[in-house]
């Protein structure tokens, strides 16, 4: 039986979740999860697919599936293996800049629309392709997010061989940017045997961030999204960055579209800025002015001055890639002027601009 006084106490409880919600995404307060007029009646809208710049192979390979009429996670994650699988991308799987400690460590998510499911896998070693793992988590678990030495083990169980993701290059990378790390251990950058003042050649090593994100909408209107990473360079061992992390480095709604982000993981993870996307195309926004928001609500958030330029503006860059229901694309970016992202559709695939905040000089 129920119980008057508890149901009025929750009603009070999730009106007030709703108004609150609504305010925190700015603008008059609305009815949570309304969808916004456009995406009603409007399925199916793919094929569509979105991707970060370095999904040159990817996007055409998601197409392709989608075309043949595949699902679209199935779709996303075949593009992305691609990548996983490239010894040349040093951000993603085989060939990914390794930890502190020279250790490959890889982030993974997935999301698909239709079930309204997720999967993914933090700081697994070994496995070459994590996207498929946090995929299997989806399918074949009753978890969301699998870490470290479990989500091996369950990757083992499903028949995925372990294997040395470090290649010489990433290798190499790690070297220098230990070696360079200091002038007061006992590692030395290379030098002439004879050379005095050898702390004058120390070079600090780059420290880069790189990541793939793919999402689509399949021949059925149906929406999957896959981001996929070796997340920061040289990170602490254990780091987990926003890739991995629903809502953060993906977020997808079959209703309404989907979002990933690259970049700096520790900013969007602060502002679980895929899921504000995605609440925000509810409301009505384009993707690109969705985009443009969370990158917003990213520079408002950073308040730290070692994270600020001399103008109090984020000193990191970080990018989202978003569409809608209906089909439609957009990317953005804090820091751009001619940053661009992959789309494709029926057509073929294509360049689109990345929106910004501030222009880089
Ligand atoms: N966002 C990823 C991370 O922080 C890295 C990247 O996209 O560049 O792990």
Redesign the pocket.
Known sequence: MSHPERNSRRDFILKSTAVGLAATLGGAPRVVGAVADQFKAKKPAGPVVICSRNGERAIVKALEIIQSGGDALEAVVAGVNLVEEDPNDT?VGYGGLPNALGVVQL?SAVMHGPTARAGSVACIEGIMYPSKVAKLVLERTDHVNLVAQGAQDFAVMHGFPVEDLLTDRARERWVRWRENLSNQDDYLPAHEADEKGIGSVYQPEAR????IHCSAIDLAGNISSVTT?S??AFKIPGRV???PIIGA?LYCDNEVGAAG??????A?LESLASFLIVERMREGDSPQDACLFACQRIADHTKLARLQDENGRPDFNVKFYALNAAGEVGGGEIWGGNGTFRAANSEGSYLVDLAYLYKSE
Request: aromatic content about 4%.
């Open positions: 951000s982030d880069t961030w790189g990541t990473t997340g920061l960055g926003d890739s480095g982000s690259t970049g700096r993981g520790e969007n």
